[in-house]
C-alpha cells in the first residue's frame, strides 16, 4: 500500500514537472529562455496598467479628421505580439511580414531637423504628425519656422525624449505655433528653464505630459508607434530615462533612442523587444557609450542618421561609433556635413534626401585617400545590368563604407550597385587602400 501511493506521487510530480516544462515553452519557445522569462512577466503586468494613453489618444483624436481609430490595432493584440517574439530570429520574421497593409495614397516621411548638437525629428504619416525632441531652447525659431513652412499646425503627439535642454529645449518654439493631443516625456518635471518653459506652452493648451510605459503601442496614421524604453528610470542619469521608439511603416521601421547608453540599451535587449529597423537614429549623437555593439546586432539597420553639431566640443560622433557602423555595413547621413535629412519610406523601400552635400563621406574618419588609391592596381566597374560579378573577380568592396567582401557575401547584394566595386588582386593590396574585412564572411 505504501508503495502505491509512493509510486503515484511519483507520477504526479513528474506531470507537474513535464507540465512547468510545457508552459515554459509556449512563452518563450527559444533557446534564450533565461534572459526572456524575466523580462516578460513584468512586461504584461505593465500593459494592463498601460491601456490609458491609447485610449487617451482615441479621444482626442475623435474631434480632428483622423483615421485613428480605425486603424488602432487594440494594444493587447500589439503587447501581445511583442511579448510572443523573444528571439532575434522570429523577431526579424515578424518585421519581415509586417501586421498592418499600408492604405492606398498613404504616406511617410521622416525629417531629420538640422539642429546642430541636438536631436529634432518630425514624422508625418497620413496627414499625422509626431515631433519627436525640438533641439535647443535657442532653435524654437527654427522649430516653429520648421512646422509654419508645412503649415503644420497641429501635432497628434510631441516627445521629449528626455529631460535635457538638447531635446527639450525647442519643443516650446512648437507648441507656440502647433496644438498638440498627446505629450511624452519620462518625466512630469524637471530642474531647467527650457523644461519649464516646455511644461509651460503644454498647460497653456491645457495638455499634461503622459509618461509613457515600455510595451504600450498607439499610432500615427497607418503606422504603429512601439515604446521600447524606458524600462526603468533612474533619473539622476537622465540620458538612460530616454524614450526609445520604434516606428513600423510596412516593412520599413525606424528607431529613435534619445540619448539612450549602453544600460538602457542592454535592458531594451533583456526585455526581448523586436529591434530590427531600417533607419537608426544614432543614440546620444553618436557618443562612444550609445550604439553598442550587442544593441547594433539586433537593430541591423541599412541607414543611420546621426544628429549632430559640427566641431562640437563633445567628440561626437565617436570613432567607436563611426567604425561599429562601419562594420555593421550602414549607410550613415549626418546632420553636421548634409543639413536636413527626409527619409521617405513607401512602406517596402525607403530613401533619402539632404539639404546639401550628398557625396559626403559621413564614415571617414581614417578612410582612403585618393593619393594612395592612385598608385594601386585598378578596381573593375561593375558590369552594367548584371548582379554577377566579373569573372576573376575575388573581392567586392564597398566604396562608402570601405568594407570588403568575398563576393560571396551576403552583405554584397545588399550593397548599393553605386559604392559596389569588383576588385580583382590581393587582400594586403586592399587593405592597403585602406578597407577592413567585412566581420560577416571574413575574408
Ligand atoms: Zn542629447
Ligand atoms: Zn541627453
Known amino acids: 500500500m505504501k508503495r502505491l501511493v509512493s509510486m503515484l506521487l511519483t507520477i504526479a510530480m513528474l506531470f507537474t514537472l513535464a507540465g512547468c516544462e510545457l508552459s515554459e515553452d509556449i512563452i518563450t519557445t527559444s533557446t534564450e529562455a533565461s534572459t526572456t522569462e524575466t523580462a516578460i512577466p513584468p512586461q504584461n503586468n505593465d500593459t494592463t496598467e498601460q491601456t490609458a494613453p491609447p485610449s487617451k489618444s482615441e479621444e482626442s483624436a475623435g474631434g480632428t479628421e483622423t483615421n485613428t481609430e480605425s486603424t488602432v490595432p487594440p494594444s493587447p493584440t500589439e503587447d501581445q505580439e511583442q511579448a510572443d517574439s523573444p528571439s532575434p530570429t522570429e523577431d526579424q520574421e515578424q518585421a519581415d511580414s509586417p501586421s498592418p497593409e499600408i492604405p492606398e495614397h498613404s504616406s511617410f516621411e521622416v525629417h531629420y531637423i538640422d539642429v546642430g548638437q541636438a536631436d529634432a525629428a518630425l514624422v508625418l504619416c497620413d496627414g499625422q504628425a509626431m515631433l519627436i525632441d525640438g533641439g535647443n531652447a535657442e532653435d524654437s525659431d527654427l522649430i516653429y519656422s520648421y512646422l509654419q513652412k508645412l503649415s503644420l499646425d497641429h501635432l497628434e503627439y510631441i516627445v521629449c525624449s528626455h529631460a535635457h535642454e538638447d531635446h527639450v529645449g525647442g519643443l516650446a518654439g512648437a507648441l507656440n505655433y502647433a496644438t498638440v493631443s498627446i505629450a511624452y516625456c519620462p518625466v512630469t518635471s524637471y530642474d531647467s528653464r527650457a523644461f519649464n518653459s516646455f511644461t509651460a506652452y503644454l498647460e497653456k493648451q491645457g495638455i499634461s505630459i503622459t509618461v509613457p ?231
Not at 524600462?231 to 529613435?256: A, H, K, M, Q, W
Not at 553639431?309 to 550613415?332: F, I, W
Not at 521617405?344 to 559626403?360: C, I, L, M, P, Q
Not at 588609391?373 to 552594367?384: A, K
Request: include cysteine; aromatic fraction near 6%.
Open 213 to 443: 510605459t515600455a510595451g504600450d503601442s498607439f499610432s500615427l496614421g497607418s503606422a504603429t508607434v512601439h515604446v521600447l524604453g524606458p524600462i526603468s528610470t533612474d533619473e539622476s542619469e537622465p540620458n538612460n530615462t530616454s524614450i526609445v521608439l520604434r516606428i513600423v511603416y510596412g516593412e520599413t521601421s525606424f528607431l529613435f533612442t534619445g540619448d539612450a547608453e549602453r544600460e538602457e540599451e542592454q535592458e531594451i535587449l533583456d526585455a526581448g523587444y523586436p529591434l530590427e529597423s531600417t533607419v537608426l537614429k544614432v543614440g546620444h549623437h553618436g557618443n562612444a557609450n550609445s550604439t553598442t555593439d550587442p544593441f547594433l546586432r539586433e537593430i541591423m539597420p541599412q541607414y543611420a542618421v546621426i544628429s549632430v553639431g559640427a566641431g562640437n566640443p563633445y567628440g561626437h560622433p565617436a570613432e567607436e561609433t563611426l567604425s561599429r557602423l562601419r562594420d555593421a555595413d550602414v549607410k550613415v547621413y549626418r546632420t553636421d556635413m548634409q543639413g536636413d535629412v527626409i527619409c521617405t519610406s513607401d512602406g517596402k523601400n525607403v530613401s533619402f534626401s539632404v539639404e546639401r552635400n550628398e557625396e559626403a563621406d559621413t564614415l571617414s574618419s581614417i578612410g582612403p585617400n585618393s593619393a594612395q588609391q592612385d598608385n594601386l592596381p585598378p578596381v573593375t566597374e561593375s558590369p552594367e545590368g548584371s548582379d554577377q560579378p566579373p569573372t576573376g573577380t575575388d573581392y567586392v568592396l564597398n566604396t562608402n563604407t570601405h568594407k570588403f567582401h568575398y563576393p560571396s557575401c551576403s552583405s554584397v547584394d545588399q550593397m548599393s550597385e553605386k559604392n559596389k566595386q569588383y576588385f580583382t588582386g590581393t587582400r594586403d593590396e586592399i587593405i592597403a587602400m585602406g578597407y577592413d574585412p567585412c566581420k560577416r564572411c571574413k575574408p
